[in-house]
């Protein structure tokens, strides 16, 4: 079975939208592309860090599907990363009202033995020195190294960032953020700026309307899948993540065609993501519901037309 190793937050968050609101529930990048990623024929890890406080049956959680949580690193009298946030009426915009780093301040990722020969690392959004030091401990050079950052690096940690984008092969940033790291309004624009900075595949989500992957000169697009209801997309950027680097850790097949299917299952798993709080659907989520949307997808995007 390929290895797949992720490297991210696990975490606590409290999320408000306009449907309602949790207390403190389960969150964290690498909980979402881990339980994502579960969906596939591959062997995980999850590098991070808890305190204490952090539920053992969360942990049991990720264990039940098959992720090895040995780099999950408990510091005993620590408080774990806590995230709160409130979204507004369209869902897109969003204010963060509580960032609390506790143990993430001082973590040092630790990747376990046995995955330091992993096909694929994904290295979900942390600061760019900590997802260095993961490539920096691998044994073997992975097949597909896949990095994920947001616009707050862009702002405190650009050199460092930049750095950690000259070593990987694809990354997955927002339309907003691939904006900001190039300088360009234009998306294509802003895709061949980034590729300069190293990565062979850019990949561009653009929330409820799709995301685009581009190799060089050559664009593929993938729809978000039209739902009646979209609860809460917490989470839904790692979801992606997850089915996207785990789909290409199960096929063993990095090309940009193999990668066509990649973003459709991504964009497939973050469409059950949004449909309840946190992690709730992933966690309740089965196979055939998965095959079954997969089949809207195809019924979505397939057409014949004579030319």
Avoid at 15 to 42: C, R
Avoid at 94 to 109: H, I, K, S
Avoid at 157 to 178: G, S
């Amino acid at each position: 079975m390929n290895k797949l190793l992720i490297v991210g937050t696990v975490a606590f968050d409290a999320i408000e939208t306009p449907f309602g609101k949790t207390d403190k529930i389960l969150g964290g990048a690498a909980t979402y592309i881990g339980i994502s990623a579960s969906f596939f024929n591959v062997k995980s890890a999850i590098v991070s860090v808890v305190g204490d406080d952090f539920p053992q049956e969360y942990l049991d959680l990720l264990t039940a599907r098959n992720i090895d949580i040995s780099g999950i690193e408990v510091v005993n009298g620590g408080k774990t990363f806590f995230w709160s946030g409130l979204y507004h009426n369209d869902l897109n915009s969003r204010d963060t009202l509580v960032t609390e780093l506790n143990v993430l301040a001082d973590f040092q990722p630790k990747v376990p033995q046995d995955f330091k020969n992993a096909e694929v690392v994904m290295l979900g959004n942390l600061h760019p020195l900590v997802q260095s030091s993961v490539l920096d401990q691998m044994e073997t050079k992975p097949k597909l190294v896949v990095l994920d950052t947001m616009n707050f690096w862009m702002d405190c940690a650009l050199p460092e960032l930049l750095d950690i984008i000259k070593r990987v092969d694809v990354i997955t940033i927002n339309d907003e953020e691939a904006r900001q790291l190039s300088g360009e309004y234009s998306l294509v624009k802003a895709a061949a700026k980034i590729h300069e900075l190293g990565p062979k595949y850019v990949v561009i989500k653009k929330g409820e309307h799709g995301a685009l992957i581009f190799h060089g000169k050559e664009i593929f697009f993938a729809p978000a899948l039209p739902l009646e209801e979209v609860f809460d997309p917490t989470g839904a950027g790692d979801t992606f993540a997850g089915g996207f680097s785990g789909f290409i850790a199960q096929s063993e097949n990095v090309s940009f065609e193999n990668m066509k299917n990649a973003i459709i299952y991504g964009s497939n798993l973050a469409s059950f993501c949004v449909e309840k709080f946190g992690t709730e659907r992933m966690i309740d989520l089965d196979e055939k519901e998965v095959v079954s949307r997969l089949k809207q997808f195809k019924s979505l995007t397939q057409f014949d037309i004579e030319l």
